[in-house]
């Protein structure tokens, strides 16, 4: 094979990792029923691909042929370990059951193999702190550290999550099935949070080069989109339209060169109508049935954004009361900052300066770079440059992505002129 050529299928294979690699581990998870035997297969199946695929030509369904691989070098290991025989005896039917005749019926099922291990990983048996901490690493691929950052808690604390989180899984048996249509009511709630949070993971990435990861919101919106088709209630609804709403903004939310570019300074004509359209659309379908909850909510107040046709004609009375009520029903400090930005909206940069004040001075959010960045942000807007600048120069020590530390340089330095 050239070098071209081999250099190709490189590539394609690198491209296969990034889009397929969390699919291809739910399925050897589902398979071979263990964490760690599934990811030391999947990544054996890629190197093996890289060889073979040089001499054989990428298959037709090369998904469907990484799994297959991956159950077999995983066997293997086990045979050559010695431990085939020592498994439990389901999991050593299960791993000696693997051959030919079964992969078409594992392509069929890889599609729900996601939702499967979101579902096993948010189990009741599992403790609420670990559900979403386990998803996000085992399902999405996030680093521990990256993980960490979102729950704003240390990497060690949340690796110790994730390894209790685990020994739960393979201790308490917990099988990797979507629960029945009786079940599924109760198991709601901690798979929306955890869809949710891949989401945010994509559309403010915590660390990095790049503000957006597109494979990360595109997954949650297909999950999102699954989950309503197996449960047609009206939160999932509402999640999925508050996904699709912000999705719309994605292509103005940064320039060509990667830099921000905050919601009052996007070129609406950007937005994607059709997401916006299937968005308020599931939101209406949410709202007429009066038992939505705090995904509906936010996606209404996103909803009146989509809605402005410029800045200046964004409801911002309507999106206070109803982060006011978002308050009431989820209290946090994060929406209680969103409010306040709000109020500042409505009233002037003073009145959303004493909300907070208010926050910072309890302790909550500290360490949170948004809620000095916005300080700042309504400092400079209120004229009081000093301010403005310790402000931003507080959410710049706290920033981890590059553009966001970009974009706050470039404030610090228009202030310091």
Same mark, same amino acid.
């Given at each position: 094979?050239? &070098?071209d050529?081999?250099?190709? *299928?490189r590539d394609?294979?690198? #491209?296969?990792?990034?889009?397929e690699?969390? !699919?291809?581990?739910?399925s050897?998870v589902?398979?071979?029923?263990?964490? =760690?035997?599934a990811d030391?297969?999947?990544h054996?199946a890629?190197?093996?691909?890289?060889?073979?695929w040089?001499?054989?030509?990428?298959?037709?369904? $090369?998904r469907?042929?990484?799994?297959s691989?991956?159950?077999?070098?995983? *066997?293997?290991?086990?045979? !050559?370990g010695?431990?085939? +025989?020592?498994?439990? $005896?389901?999991?050593?039917?299960?791993?000696?059951?693997v051959?030919?005749?079964? %992969?078409?019926?594992?392509a069929?099922?890889?599609?729900?193999?996601?939702?499967? /291990?979101?579902?096993?990983?948010?189990h009741?048996?599992i403790?609420a +702190?670990?559900?979403?901490?386990?998803?996000l690493?085992e399902?999405c691929?996030?680093?521990?550290?990256? @993980?960490?950052? #979102?729950?704003?808690?240390?990497?060690a604390?949340?690796?110790?999550?994730?390894?209790?989180g +685990?020994? +739960?899984?393979r201790?308490?048996?917990?099988?990797?099935?979507?629960?029945?249509?009786?079940?599924?009511?109760?198991? @709601?709630d901690?798979?929306?949070s955890?869809?949710?949070?891949?989401?945010?993971?994509?559309y403010? #990435?915590?660390?990095g &080069?790049?503000?957006?990861?597109? =494979?990360l919101?595109?997954?949650? *919106? !297909?999950?999102?989109?699954?989950?309503?088709?197996?449960?047609?209630d009206?939160?999932?609804?509402?999640?999925?339209?508050?996904?699709?709403?912000?999705?719309?903004? !994605?292509?103005?939310?940064?320039s060509?060169?990667?830099?921000? *570019?905050?919601?009052? =300074?996007? =070129?609406?004509?950007?937005?994607d109508?059709?997401?916006?359209?299937?968005?308020?659309?599931?939101?209406e379908?949410?709202?007429?049935?009066?038992?939505?909850?705090?995904?509906?909510?936010?996606a #209404?107040i996103?909803?009146?954004?989509?809605?402005?046709?410029?800045?200046?004609?964004?409801?911002?009375n309507?999106?206070?009361?109803?982060y006011?009520?978002l308050?009431?029903?989820d209290p946090?400090? @994060?929406?209680e900052?969103?409010?306040a930005?709000?109020v500042?909206?409505?009233?002037? $940069?003073?009145a959303?300066l004493e909300?907070?004040d208010?926050?910072?001075n309890?302790?909550?959010?500290s360490?949170?770079?948004? %809620?000095?960045?916005a300080r700042g942000?309504?400092?400079?807007?209120?004229?009081?440059?000093?301010?403005?600048?310790?402000?931003?120069?507080?959410?710049?020590? /706290?920033?981890?992505?590059?553009?966001?530390k970009?974009?706050?340089?470039?404030?610090?330095k228009?202030?310091?002129?």
């Amino acid at each position: 094979m050239s &070098n071209d050529a081999s250099a190709e *299928i490189r590539d394609r294979i690198d #491209a296969l990792y990034r889009s397929e690699s969390r !699919r291809v581990f739910a399925s050897l998870v589902r398979l071979l029923n263990d964490f =760690d035997l599934a990811d030391d297969a999947m990544h054996e199946a890629y190197a093996a691909a890289l060889e073979i695929w040089r001499q054989e030509g990428v298959p037709e369904n $090369p998904r469907a042929w990484l799994i297959s691989t991956g159950r077999f070098k995983a *066997i293997d290991s086990l045979r !050559r370990g010695g431990r085939l +025989k020592s498994l439990q $005896p389901e999991i050593a039917l299960r791993s000696e059951a693997v051959a030919d005749e079964n %992969a078409a019926r594992a392509a069929t099922e890889i599609e729900d193999d996601r939702l499967r /291990l979101i579902f096993t990983c948010c189990h009741p048996s599992i403790d609420a +702190k670990l559900q979403a901490p386990l998803t996000l690493r085992e399902v999405c691929g996030l680093t521990t550290e990256q @993980i960490a950052h #979102a729950f704003l808690t240390s990497k060690a604390s949340m690796a110790q999550r994730i390894v209790r989180g +685990k020994a +739960k899984i393979r201790d308490a048996e917990i099988p990797y099935v979507v629960p029945s249509p009786r079940d599924l009511p109760e198991r @709601i709630d901690a798979v929306l949070s955890v869809i949710y949070l891949v989401f945010n993971e994509g559309y403010a #990435a915590s660390q990095g &080069n790049s503000l957006l990861r597109v =494979d990360l919101t595109s997954e949650a *919106i !297909r999950l999102g989109r699954l989950l309503l088709d197996l449960l047609p209630d009206p939160e999932v609804q509402g999640l999925l339209a508050l996904m699709l709403l912000h999705e719309s903004r !994605r292509e103005s939310r940064v320039s060509n060169d990667g830099e921000i *570019i905050l919601l009052e =300074d996007q =070129d609406r004509s950007r937005w994607d109508r059709k997401l916006i359209s299937e968005g308020t659309q599931l939101l209406e379908q949410a709202l007429r049935s009066r038992r939505f909850g705090v995904y509906t909510l936010q996606a #209404a107040i996103s909803a009146i954004h989509a809605e402005a046709a410029t800045p200046q004609q964004t409801d911002w009375n309507q999106i206070v009361v109803l982060y006011s009520v978002l308050l009431r029903m989820d209290p946090s400090p @994060i929406v209680e900052l969103n409010r306040a930005v709000a109020v500042a909206m409505r009233d002037g $940069p003073e009145a959303g300066l004493e909300l907070i004040d208010r926050i910072l001075n309890r302790g909550d959010l500290s360490k949170y770079q948004f %809620a000095h960045s916005a300080r700042g942000e309504l400092l400079r807007r209120a004229g009081k440059t000093s301010g403005a600048l310790a402000a931003f120069q507080q959410a710049l020590e /706290l920033a981890r992505l590059a553009p966001e530390k970009r974009f706050l340089a470039a404030r610090i330095k228009d202030l310091t002129g």
